[in-house]
């Protein structure tokens, strides 16, 4: 059951961003996302974000031996250790701004053995199926994912998270995040695929045919979550969208990141209806099933600087934008004050 942010702090926070001393409007997106985040945390002076906590959910995917990628598989192993090292693009971003950062091998198709048990201690399966011609998953996967994304989420708040966002590693991750988009959303394949890792004209030809391929299979199972989930999808998607519909459910908000985030974001509306007023868009990647899905949660990102890496770099990014908004809102002079 989701409980809606606090329409009457909402309204509160409008009053007082119209009566700042500045013209009307004149904070453009940041306003709107200090009235957001005063809704949400139910005040509308409210401090900004102090505990900002990221989890990156890494899997692999069976497409992506099926030309639908510019890289193998191999690399995400590699970058999970990036992440452990603090190397990854989103490590040094976190660092930067002060955001806690975590991984976790949800269906990684290997192993790591010397590094800590604890990455792996929600792991479904070594790897997904390719959506196009199999399931992602068994059921019986999903609902084990669905279960730790939703302990996960009690995980990061237990820690205290104010503010939490979703990442995601895996080479070919794009492919089930556009078919689950297109498959909620009842979009076709064209109006959803986009050039992923930066694949060439023939592999972008080819991704469109695996996601309608994998729709036609699919058929009408989209229209329940978890068999959407386990014909198109993975278990780190699975988990990611349980993490996210379990933080709206705790009245805990989340900056959205890139199209496997939005993808997630997507899903956690369709499990747990009215999550997505608990969610702000962190960018807008490059890929256009991100625009779409957006759209539908109608959500409006703060950045828009082209970037597709992923991994809950573009939310990390943003972060300093929502802390900004909160503290104009808070700590600017009102007109009348001045006067």
Known sequence: MITPPSPEVRSAARERLDALAIPRGALGRLGETAVWWAAVRGHATAAPPSNVRAVVFAGDHGVAAHGVSAYPSSVTVAMVRAFVTGVAGVSVLARQHGVA????????????????????????????????????????????????????????????ADLLIGGDMGIGNTTPAAALIAGVLGLPAAEVVGRGTGID??????????????????????????????????????????????????GVPVLLDGVISVAAATVAEFLAPGAKAWFA??????????????????????????MRLGEGS?????????????????QMALLEDLM
């Open 314 to 330: 573009g939310a990390v990014v943003a972060v300093p934008l929502v802390r900004s908004a909160a503290l104009l809102l808070s």
């Open 201 to 250: 004209d023939a592999a972008l030809a080819r991704k469109i045919e695996v996601v309608e391929a994998a729709l036609r299979r699919a058929g009408d199972r989209v229209k329940d979550p978890v068999e959407l989930l386990t014909a198109l999808g993975s278990p780190d998607l699975a988990a990611q969208a349980s993490f996210l519909a379990a933080a709206a459910e705790a």
């Open 281 to 306: 868009g962190g960018h807008r990647s490059t890929e256009r099933a991100q625009w779409r899905a957006l759209e539908a949660l109608e959500i409006t990102p703060l950045v828009d600087v082209g």
């Open 101 to 160: 950062l975590r991984v976790l091998d949800l269906g990684v198709d290997g192993e790591f053995p010397d590094l800590d048990p604890a990455i792996g201690a929600y792991k479904v399966r070594r790897g997904s199926g390719a959506i196009h011609v199999e399931d992602a998953m068994t059921v019986e996967e999903t609902h084990r994912a669905l279960e730790a994304g939703r302990r996960i989420a009690a995980e990061e708040i237990a820690a205290g």
